[in-house]
């Protein structure tokens, strides 16, 4: 079982990223997917979540109107455009998977992780 976040890097205020999380070794479909990061020194926050359908998404606030979550064709994909980015937006991005289904906030319940992608944004 993998999941494998790519798509960071470094951009200005402003700029725009969109992160890709691919899984596999089994089928996410029924998965609820979410986005986490974590800056230095500070603990891993909740970003984004899609339920297993797509049909529900949940986001931070300090996020919301700025990024959204999806999911692909396949649904063993997820993404978020990020928009309008902001240097506390700087972190390492991870994707997980909850087995729940759910656009799920709380870490807890997300028991497959990526690796994470660095995501620094200049001012």
């Known amino acids: 079982v993998q999941l494998q976040a790519f798509g960071g890097g470094l951009v200005q205020a402003g700029g725009s990223l969109r992160l890709s999380c691919a899984a596999s070794?089994?089928?996410?479909?029924?998965?609820?997917m979410g986005w986490f990061r974590q800056a230095p020194g500070k603990e891993r926050e909740f970003v984004a979540a899609?339920?297993?359908?797509?049909?529900?998404?949940s986001y931070a606030d300090s996020v919301k109107g700025r990024f959204t979550i999806s999911k692909g064709n396949a649904k063993n994909t997820v993404y978020v455009q990020m928009n309008s980015l902001k240097p506390e937006d700087t972190a390492v991005y991870y994707c997980?998977?909850?087995?729940?289904?759910?656009?799920?906030?709380?870490?807890?319940?997300?028991?497959?992780w990526g690796q994470g992608t660095l995501v620094t944004v200049s001012s």
């Open positions: 070794g089994r089928t996410f479909v029924s998965y609820g």
């Open positions: 899609i339920s297993w359908s797509g049909a529900s998404t």
């Open positions: 997980a998977a909850s087995v729940f289904g759910s656009a799920d906030s709380s870490r807890h319940q997300y028991a497959y």
